[in-house]
C-alpha cells in the first residue's frame, strides 16, 4: 500500500474514547461503527472469531450455510439491538454472495472488515481413490467462496465513504505444509497464499488492506480427531496438541485493529508443540 493511500484513510478516520490507550483507529461513519462480515460464522474459529469482534464493536454479519447455527452464534453474543446480521450464505454460489453484501449494504451501508473464513475439508485418501467430484466441491468453496466474497468486499469498499477496508484471508499451517492424504485441501490454502498477495496488490489504489492468517490446530469440532490421533509425514498415527479457539480470535481482532495504513501480511497462530517446525 503506498504512503499516500495510507495517508488518505488515517485523515478520514478517528479514534473513539473506547479505543484510546489500545491503538485502534475506527472508521468515522455515519453510524460511527465498524463493520465486519465474518464467513463460515456458525461454527468453530468463525463463531470465536464474529463474537470477538462484536466483543470488540463492531457490527458483525454472520454467513454461512445453515441458518440454525449462524442464530446460534447470534445468541451467544447477546444481541439485543441491530449488531449483528445472520445472512444464510453459499459462499460458493455467486448468486448467494451477491445477495449477502447487497444485505450488508442495506442494513449497514459500508463494511470494514472481511474475515473470509469458510472452508472445507475431504476425506483423508489417497489421490487416486479421491472422487474428482470432491476436489471440485473443496476448490468450490476453499478458492472460489473465498474469492466471491473477496470480491464482493472489494466492491463496496472501492466505492464508499471512507474509502477502503481490510480482508483477511483464513490460509492454514497447510498454505505451508502438507498433510499426508490431504491433496485437495492442501492444493486450495497454497492457494489462498496467492489469492491474498493478488488482492493486496490490487487493493493499495484503494486503500484495501488484505492478510493472512495460518492457523494451526485451534481447538474446534474440526479438530477433535487430533486429541485421538492423526496420521503423521512418517505414516505413524500419533496425538497433537491443541490451542484454544480464543487465541486466533485475538490474533484476528488484532490484525483488523491497525489502520490501514498498516498490515499483518501473514501471521501464524498455531499449538506451540504441534508437527510443524523441524522435522515432524
Not at 104 to 110: A, I, W
Not at 118 to 137: F, K, M, S
Request: charged letters at 20%; one cysteine or more.
Amino acid at each position: 500500500m503506498s504512503e499516500q493511500a495510507g495517508a488518505q484513510h488515517d485523515a478520514a478516520t478517528s479514534t473513539t474514547p473506547a479505543a484510546q490507550g489500545q491503538g485502534q483507529t475506527h472508521h468515522s461513519t455515519s453510524s460511527a461503527r465498524r463493520v465486519a462480515v465474518v464467513t463460515g460464522a456458525g461454527s468453530g474459529i468463525g463463531r470465536a472469531v464474529a463474537l470477538a469482534l462484536y466483543a470488540d464493536g463492531y457490527s458483525v454479519v454472520l454467513a454461512g450455510r445453515r441458518a440454525d447455527v449462524l442464530e446460534e452464534t447470534r445468541r451467544q453474543a447477546n444481541d439485543a439491538g441491530d449488531r449483528m446480521l445472520a445472512v444464510p450464505t453459499d459462499v460458493s454460489d455467486e448468486v448467494a454472495v451477491g445477495a449477502l453484501f447487497d444485505a450488508v449494504r442495506e442494513h449497514y451501508g459500508r463494511i470494514d472488515l472481511l474475515f473470509n473464513n469458510a472452508g472445507r475439508g475431504a476425506p483423508a485418501v489417497p489421490i487416486d481413490e479421491l472422487p474428482v467430484q470432491t476436489w471440485r466441491d473443496v476448490v468450490d468453496v476453499n478458492l472460489t467462496g473465498m474469492f466471491l466474497c473477496a470480491q464482493g468486499a472489494f466492491r463496496m469498499m472501492k466505492h464508499q465513504t471512507p474509502r477502503g477496508g481490510r480482508i483477511i484471508n483464513n490460509g492454514s499451517i497447510s498454505a505451508h505444509a502438507p498433510r499426508p492424504r490431504s491433496i485437495a485441501y492442501t492444493a486450495t490454502k497454497h492457494a489462498v497464499t496467492g489469492l491474498t498477495k493478488s488482492i493486496s496488490l490490487d487493493g493499495r489504489a484503494d486503500n484495501i488492506a488484505c492478510g493472512q492468517i495460518d492457523i494451526g490446530n485451534a481447538a474446534t469440532e474440526m479438530t477433535d480427531r487430533m486429541v485421538a490421533g492423526v496420521l503423521q509425514a512418517n505414516l505413524v498415527v500419533a496425538a497433537e496438541p491443541r490451542m484454544d479457539v480464543q487465541d486466533v480470535a485475538r490474533a484476528v481482532v488484532h490484525m483488523a485493529a491497525l489502520p490501514l495504513s498498516a498490515n499483518v501480511q501473514f501471521m501464524t497462530v498455531m499449538a506451540t508443540a504441534m508437527p510443524f517446525v523441524g522435522r515432524g
